[in-house]
């Protein structure tokens, strides 16, 4: 099993609807998980983190972490074309202070 | 406060090169990381390095050669690499505690 897994993409949704993109990991023991936005050609970019059972919300995005499940996702309200790019899922391993995993990724396109 | 600088941005190298890259952060951060990340594949944790100390070595080839002056800087030292290493290389730093981590813009490397 994968320490990190999110949901295969491609995904397209029309502008102005909800992205909706999921993730899960391995290890119980991870109390830290990260999104990242990566356009083609350039490094992630951090978008969101967090640390607590529950939602979390800024701006268009949210994040939702259920720990006993093992699930976080992300959900992007109001979709943009600027929003069309890979999102990657990342976890702090466990009870690691350093060691930072990313998923595979979920390609997403906002069609106009 | 997001700025972690890499130099050069483009590398290309023959395989009996010596060649280094480059990562300078001053944000006070004292975790930085070696990433590795192949075309439409997420980020490979290379090396982590926490308060100037090599914490984390993913079973790297020692063909690559990471090194921290201090707590600014971060190189990855490079020699006689295989084509199937060109890929882009990311570093990234973070505060303390959870593990947020910045990416660079990355230096994209080419091994002919």
């Known amino acids: 099993q994968k320490e990190v897994e999110q949901n295969s993409g491609p995904l397209s949704v029309p502008e102005g609807a909800i992205a909706s993109l999921n993730c899960t990991y391995s290890?119980?023991?991870?109390?830290?998980f990260f999104w990242y936005r990566q356009y083609s050609g350039k490094s992630p970019e951090l978008i969101m983190f967090?640390?607590?059972?529950g939602d979390k919300e800024d701006g268009r995005f949210t994040a939702q972490l259920n720990k006993a499940s093992q699930y976080v996702s992300l959900l992007i309200r109001d979709s943009q074309p600027s929003d069309s790019a890979t999102y990657l899922c990342a976890v702090l391993v466990g009870t690691s202070y350093d060691k930072v995993i990313f998923g595979p990724g979920t390609s997403l396109s906002v069609i106009p | 406060d997001t700025e972690v600088t890499q130099t050069p941005k483009h590398l290309v190298m023959g395989m009996t090169n010596k060649k280094s890259l480059k990562c300078e952060q001053h944000?006070?951060?004292?975790?930085m990381y070696w990433y590795k990340q192949k075309a439409k594949k997420p980020p490979e944790l290379m090396f982590v390095y926490s308060y100037e100390k090599l914490s984390i070595n993913e079973s790297v080839p020692s063909r690559f050669s990471p090194e921290c002056p201090n707590s600014s800087l971060l190189n990855l030292h490079l020699h006689a690499l295989q084509p199937e290493d060109s890929a882009l290389y990311l570093c990234?730093?973070?505060?303390?505690?959870?593990?947020?981590?910045?990416f660079g813009e990355g230096s994209w490397l080419t091994v002919v």
């Open positions: 944000m006070g951060h004292r975790a």
């Open positions: 990234a730093s973070s505060r303390p505690g959870r593990n947020t981590i910045y």
């Open positions: 290890d119980r023991g991870s109390q830290s």
């Open positions: 967090i640390y607590s059972n």
